[in-house]
């Protein structure tokens, strides 16, 4: 289900700061975040994760992506109106699929999805696009970099797909339905992956 209707945006974003807060603390314990990080984060919907993530950690790029432009323009809306200097040099808003990535092989360190990676494919309950979501994801991340993501949909297959492909789980935890992972990408292509979904 690409973009969200307006009711389903506005209940997202009023309890995005609430989610974004929370998901920070959870990645300054679980997530190993390289100095002069690139970033990207698919699904950023109002941007309230890439404002906090950036105050915290300074990376050298953060790259967040929204299929809705109306997502992107109150994720500019919002991080103008919270950034006294100025939204910060570092963030890129974009609008982009994560279906299809306007992004180089391996450019990244850390990919960030939360609870977006369901909506890659046409009803939230269908796994069948998903697979094309990770692969982009896996294509724009670096070797030995970091997929962080929380999931309430799709859990074990998506875990099973990373795992097919090389990647260790560094961390899982579950907060009721979510379950919060860090999936470090293998530091060389396994020998043989199964294409298959
Ligand atoms: C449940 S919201 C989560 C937003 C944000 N990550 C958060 O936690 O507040 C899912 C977001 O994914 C976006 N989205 C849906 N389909 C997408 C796609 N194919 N590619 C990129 N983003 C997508 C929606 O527009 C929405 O902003």
Known sequence: MPEM??????????SAARRSRRSLAWVRGAVRVPPAATCL???????DFARRFIEAYRPARYVATDIDPLQIAAADASVRRRSAAGPPTSLELRTADV???????????????????HHASPTHHDFSRVPQALGEIDRTLRPDGRL????????????????DRGYA?????????????????????????????
Do not use: M
């Not at 935890?173 to 992956?193: L, Q």
């Open 148 to 163: 962080v993501y929380q999931e309430f949909l799709h859990r074990e297959p998506i875990r099973r797909w990373l795992t």
């Open 41 to 47: 984060e698919v699904g950023c919907g109002n941007g």
């Open 169 to 197: 789980l560094e961390r899982v935890d579950r907060r009721w339905r979510i379950e919060a992972v860090v999936a470090r990408k293998a530091a060389r292509p396994p020998a043989a992956v199964d294409a298959t979904p």
């Open 5 to 14: 209707n307006a009711i389903s945006r506005f209940f997202v974003n009023v």
């Open 99 to 117: 279906l299809g990535l306007p992004f180089g092989d391996a450019t990244f360190d850390l990919v960030f999805a939360f609870l977006s990676i």
